[in-house]
């Protein structure tokens, strides 16, 4: 595995602002993106090796760890740990723009084309490096990213509008049934406008239609579906398209994060000093976990693969379970004389060092 040198990448020297980090970045993805580049394959990968390098060079903290370890990236141990992100996917299957793209801010771009800009947000996958994922050890999370929207010829405006499913709906996809409004020529002046009293000159009229969209299995937060001609009109008499913002309802039990998923599960406390095997609530199959002796409290097991699935050979996320130790109530006579017996065979006072070189 090769040290990628991300400054190098950008074509900017160590030390540069974060001003002059962005201003490369934009420069070079205007230069390689695929919707300029169609069916240039290393086009597609200069696009996402600069995409990548932005990702650390642009958030403080990655871009620290970067510089602090340099060269010497295989001395920075092992980094996995909650709170994985996602990113792009440029590929885009299913029409999904994984966090790329935006509503149009109205700014023209070079060979009239449209300028795109969207916030951090998770959801996706980049496909980043092998040297990227062992250096911070996660997938990353979507950089601010303004960029190239692709050529917009007669001006075709998109529209975007969330759509919120279930974290069951995002392990095994769904087909939803909306209801959404768009646009189409004038029937009465067939989109000429002058002096048109059923479009008030506009050369189009609103419309509601009833689509069904398919959702694929492991859509992320912030995953973007792509409904072709089904958006604005633009100046020039061309139909943008209509994107739905995929939002995750929040689940009772799991907690998604990224691609990963959090859980607790309660232990007895003789399951915990014994160990045992318990079962762990899944979208997918029947998952078993072994606890081994002398578990405590909050320890956290990860268990690779069982995460939100990937999109079409991305990396799926893992499921981490944290385990919680769960104390009985109004316990028996008998229950209380065991415990009580327990406390004489092993008298220990596990807070006799609490206050241990406190002065």
Avoid at 33 to 52: L, M, Q, Y
Avoid at 161 to 184: C, M, N, R, T, W
Avoid at 201 to 230: F, H, L, T, W
Avoid at 326 to 334: A, D, F, L, M, N
Wanted: hydrophobic residues 30%.
């Amino acid at each position: 595995m090769e040290f990628k040198d991300y400054y190098k990448i950008l074509g900017v020297e160590r030390g540069v602002s974060e001003r002059d980090i962005k201003h490369a970045y934009r420069k070079l993805a205007r230069k390689f993106h695929p919707d300029v580049n169609p069916g240039d394959k290393s086009a597609e990968a200069r696009f996402k090796e600069i995409n990548e390098a932005y990702e650390v060079l642009s958030d403080p903290k990655k871009r620290e760890k970067y510089d602090h370890f340099g060269a010497n990236w295989k001395n920075a141990g092992e980094f996995a740990g909650f709170g994985a992100g996602q990113g792009v996917d440029f590929d885009f299957p299913f029409d999904i723009l994984h966090g790329f793209g935006g509503r149009e801010k109205g700014r023209p771009g070079a060979a009239g084309g449209r300028w795109y800009s969207t916030s951090r947000s998770p959801g996706g996958t980049r496909g980043f490096s092998e040297f990227f994922e062992t250096l911070f050890g996660e997938e990353p999370g979507t950089a601010p990213f303004e960029g190239w929207g692709g050529p917009a010829e007669d001006g075709g405006l998109g529209i975007e509008e969330p759509v919120e499913i279930s974290l069951e709906e995002a392990f095994q996809g769904a087909k939803k049934a909306l209801e959404i409004q768009s646009e189409a020529p004038c029937p009465e002046c067939r989109g000429k406008r002058r002096g048109c009293p059923a479009c008030a000159g506009r050369g189009v009229i609103s419309r509601s239609r009833r689509i069904e969209v398919k959702i694929p299995p492991g859509v992320a937060e912030g995953s973007r579906i792509r409904i072709p001609g089904e958006g604005k009109t633009g100046p020039g008499g061309q139909r943008g398209d209509f994107y739905l913002l995929i939002r995750i309802r929040k689940h009772p039990i799991f907690e998604l994060k990224g691609r990963d998923l959090y859980c607790e599960i309660p232990v007895t406390i003789s399951e915990a000093v014994l160990g045992s095997t318990v079962e762990i609530p899944s979208f997918k199959d029947k998952i078993t976990m072994k606890i081994p002796p002398e578990t405590g409290n909050d320890r956290v097991f990860r268990l690779s693969g069982q995460g939100l699935p990937p999109l079409q050979g991305g990396k799926g996320g893992d499921l981490f379970v944290k385990v919680k130790i769960w104390v009985p109530t109004g316990i028996t006579p008998r229950e209380s004389e065991l415990y009580s017996e327990l406390a004489r065979v092993r008298p220990e006072n596990p807070r006799k060092t609490l206050w241990a070189g406190v002065s």
